[in-house]
């Protein structure tokens, strides 16, 4: 298939395709293999619909890929994100209370960003994916599944621990790109 043949990827068609990740997720199936056991519904679910939106708009607004498909990986990436870092809950608050949203934000590690904008999936994911474009910077001399690193494990950036955590990671975002687009 040539460039040419390529349906360029609209924010409805990439919604969808988040959204349909996002509940692929709950599935055990899905999560199979990454050590996770929590797959019931949760409260936060009527958010999806928005979550997904949030995520569409954020990476096509500034992939984080170059090409035809560079809004679809990047989505890929921050849903696989979400789902590791919150279950998709935009009010999630983590290490050690330390932490908010969707992808577990430390505040202090984005001083210009008001800490309760962490906690609305637009903010958030636009927020996550400069976050990850940082890390990407960061870790660039490391294969691309361990570019998280940064992200994932902070202050220790590019070690051993979060290149694992990156890999994990990236090792979802690869297997939902495997969905085909609606």
Known sequence: MTDAMITPITLESLTAWVLACMVKLLNPA???????TDHTVHHWEESYPSTA???????LEAPLFKGETGPQKTAAVLTALAWHESR????????????RGLYQVHPTTVPDVEEDMLNEALPASRTARELIRQSQ??????????QLGWY???????????????????????RLMKEPLP
């Open 152 to 174: 994932a494990a902070g202050s220790n950036g590019c070690q051993e621990a979060g290149r694992k955590k990156s890999r994990v990671r990236m090792n979802l975002a690869m």
């Open 137 to 146: 910077r960061i870790c660039r001399g490391y294969d691309i599944q361990e």
């Open 30 to 36: 899905m999560a199979h293999g990454l050590n996770e």
């Open 88 to 99: 998709f809950d935009v009010n999630a608050v983590g290490d050690h209370g330390q932490a």
């Open 53 to 59: 939106q949030a995520i569409a708009v954020a990476s």
